[in-house]
């Protein structure tokens, strides 16, 4: 009798429920932002070898390139929509790299450089940056089907389509996971929830991410919800959440290796909030960060951004030094300048190639329509 | 040929195309165990299996998600939208993204998917279960619209629907689910997406209609033979894109039309059959094309739905009105 009426008094305590939530999220950290391990146990299950760790690095200072390339290119108008990515590398980098080629990747438009460490070609990425539906064929330079979808512009519409895949991976009995990213702005929408829950419901193998990056344009995390921390989304639905320092790239490739472990293993989809930073402008068109947020805020950012500690912890390790990172930033820049080239060669698409690709089998309507603009040479 | 229901007939045509292709699926709120709501998955699950014929949790956009992720593993959905007043909840799915992946991968990636749902009023439901919402979809590119008005068309027409390599809204009225009895043909066979059919033969005037429109058309034909009227009735069969030959040959051969549709007035299917006709075919008209279509309210509630609705009274008085004009 008087257990009940204790735990009665538990259940409407609504301060302590709040308490409680603050309390069930610590944060999944092993690199520290100084480049000291913390948690060498971790560490060691994450068994990254020194060849790993030069991949990973490398993977960032990609990134981190193509996001510097990318935003100078789109600020002389050579590029179309960027959406910068500066602060997320060990957030999208490191995770991404626990996954495997047959791994569904559903990325967000600011995921451009999982797709392109998949091996979408760099002078694709710049196609669709433009406008440009061969930037959406996503083969190898060798016509190797690359598995992701395009980067999604409705932001919880991967969530529900990853969980669909994870269905169909499961149903087909595949050693493959979808792996699906979206930001805290995009964990207020609906389809977050649908697509969470319904892989939940399946016990699909999906590995989920919400890339906590501080700001959705410039509306505030703080703005979005009430939960303390967005993991506690995936609670709700019954899925294993975590919350992960989204600039260590160390704790992040742990997170997303077990969880598709986890996913693979027919026990159901895995949520990871990765907590990072956006270090610059929602995209190259026309944003200003500081109409919204200070500048003391965006340079405490860069200090803890995730390529300091990972440069910092392998130097250390005798793995890296300034001029291996040299050589691999000229080398990359390489890349991209030829890449460039070749997207600068692809002639604009016509409007009767549009009509084409609208159905499979044209209308009576759409059939006029593809003579009459090819007639023109349009 | 054995006299079938509506709703049998699509039943039937998902069998079938569950037993000849195992990468069909059917999935949806209720379609599991229960059969859905109308029973049109009826016993199908107990068939071909849980893994095959599956319940989905109640969101409609998820459902919508499911199908389109299901795609990339080389399945063809059925999702069944439980009503297609629900539609709103997965417009993104349908509008947003499967219509658009064809354009979107630069034809790389087929959308085999078929959103099965009824639509359509004459029973009474709550709200938001009834409304005629296909123009809606229709002006979606990258989607086919089907309205079958028969059962030999609902079971032709939706193998048809399952076997085309592009998203298909296939809509199928709640009052024929039961109402409507008619021969069907045996086993598997298609009938063309995109084609209309004459279903009634005439001279004087063309009535051209879709869906829950076609039976009301065809009284009203009835009606009219009755006063020495000889009607032809077109049924769309395929809403979106619309079979602009058919129309042209029907306009041509009358001279006269009439419109028919259950939805409401304002844009929509009718409008745009009406402007196909005035922009190609207006030298071949004896008269202003006629058009008969629910008033430009919100759907109206259960009580004065059958006020509201369409009569063939209505398109009787319509086509009297075209064929006297001089």
Redesign the interface.
């Known amino acids: 009798m008087r257990d009940v009426v204790v735990a009665n008094k538990e259940i409407l305590d609504f301060d302590n429920q709040i308490q409680i939530q603050d309390d069930v999220f610590p944060i999944l950290h092993i690199l520290d932002s100084d480049g000291e391990i913390v948690d060498n146990e971790s560490l060691k299950r994450a068994q990254l070898t020194e060849e790993d760790f030069i991949t990973i690095i490398k993977r960032m200072l990609l990134s981190r390139q193509l996001d510097i390339r990318s935003t100078k290119l789109a600020k002389q108008g050579r590029f179309g929509f960027f959406a910068p990515t500066a602060g997320q590398e060990a957030s999208q980098m490191a995770s991404s790299y626990a996954f495997k080629d047959d791994d ?1 990747l559903m990325p967000g438009y600011r995921d451009i450089p999982q797709i392109v460490v998949k091996g979408w070609p760099i002078w694709k990425a710049i196609l669709w940056s433009r406008g440009h ?2 930037g ?3 083969t190898t330079e060798e016509g190797k089907p690359v ?1 992701s ?2 980067p999604q512009i ?1 932001i919880g ?1 991967q ?11 499961k ?2 009995q ?1 050693d493959a996971v ?1 792996y699906a990213y979206t930001g805290e702005g995009g964990s207020s929408q ?2 977050f929830y ?2 969470v ?2 892989a939940g ?1 399946y016990k699909a193998n999906a590995v989920f991410f919400i890339q906590n990056n501080g700001f959705a344009i410039s509306t505030p995390r703080a703005m979005q919800t009430a939960a303390s921390h967005l993991a506690a989304k995936g609670w709700a639905a019954g899925v294993p959440s975590i919350v992960v320092d989204g600039n260590d790239p160390i704790a992040v490739y742990l997170a997303s290796k077990e969880a598709r472990a986890w996913a693979t293993s027919g026990k159901g989809p895995v949520l990871i909030e990765t907590l990072t930073n956006r270090l610059e402008a929602h995209s190259t068109a026309g944003d200003d960060p500081l109409r919204y947020r200070t500048q003391a805020d965006i340079d405490a950012a860069w200090k803890k951004e995730p390529l300091i500690r990972m440069r910092q912890y392998m130097t250390s390790q005798g793995i890296w030094d300034e001029d291996k990172e040299t050589a691999y930033i000229t080398e990359v820049n390489a890349l991209i300048d030829d890449q460039i080239k070749i997207a600068d060669k692809v002639s604009k698409q016509k409007i009767s190639d ?1 009509i ?6 044209p ?4 059939v006029e329509q593809i003579t009459k603009f090819e007639s023109e040479g349009k | 040929m054995a006299v079938k229901s509506y709703i049998d007939a699509v039943r039937e045509a998902m069998d079938l195309a569950l037993e000849k292709d195992n990468n069909v699926l059917v999935f949806g709120e209720d379609v599991g165990k229960n059969g859905g709501v109308f029973r049109a998955t009826d016993g199908l699950q107990a068939k071909y299996g849980e ?1 095959r014929v599956f319940n ?2 109640l ?1 409609e ?2 459902i ?12 063809r959905p059925i999702m069944e939208i439980q009503f297609f007043g629900f539609v709103f909840e997965v417009m ?2 349908i509008a ?2 499967m219509a658009r992946n ?7 990636r ?1 959308m085999p998917i078929v959103v099965r749902s009824p639509y359509g009023g004459g029973t009474k439901t709550p709200e938001m279960h009834a409304d005629n919402l296909e123009g809606m979809v229709a002006q979606v ?2 989607i ?1 619209v089907v309205m079958p008005a028969n059962p030999a068309d609902a079971k032709g027409l939706l193998l048809s629907a399952i076997e ?3 998203p298909v809204v296939f809509l199928e009225n709640i009052h024929l689910y039961r109402s409507m009895k008619g021969e069907v043909p045996e086993g598997y066979y298609t009938t063309p997406l ?1 084609k209309a059919a004459i279903v009634h033969e005439g001279t004087d005037v063309s009535i051209i209609s879709y869906g829950g429109g076609v039976p009301v058309a065809l009284k009203a034909a009835d009606e009219l033979n009755k006063n020495g009227i000889s009607a032809e009735v077109l049924d769309l069969r395929t809403v979106s ?5 058919s129309i042209g040959d029907t306009v041509t051969k009358t001279g006269r039309v009439v419109v028919v549709q259950e939805a409401q007035r304002m844009a929509g299917i009718g409008a745009s059959i009406m402007s196909e006709i005035s922009e190609r075919f207006i030298l071949s008209l004896k008269a202003p094309i006629g058009r008969i279509a629910a008033p430009d309210s919100v759907y109206p509630f259960g009580q004065a739905e059958n006020d509201w609705m369409i009569k063939s009274d209505d398109v009787v008085a319509k086509v009297m009105e075209v064929v006297n004009y001089d």
């Open positions: 569904w539906a061969l959406n064929v996503f598995n979808w395009m409705i519409a969530y529900v389509e990853a969980a669909g895949i994870a269905l169909g991976m149903k087909r595949k979808a609906g389809d649908e697509g829950n319904f419901a549009f084409k690709n609208t159905l499979e089998v209308s009576y309507a759409m | 893994d989905t949790p969101a956009s998820g919508g998600g499911l199908a389109i992720g299901l795609t990339t593993q080389d399945y993104d799915s947003g993204q064809r354009y979107r991968f630069n034809g790389t087929n590119p990258g086919r085309s390599n592009d995109d894109p619309l079979d602009i030959q």
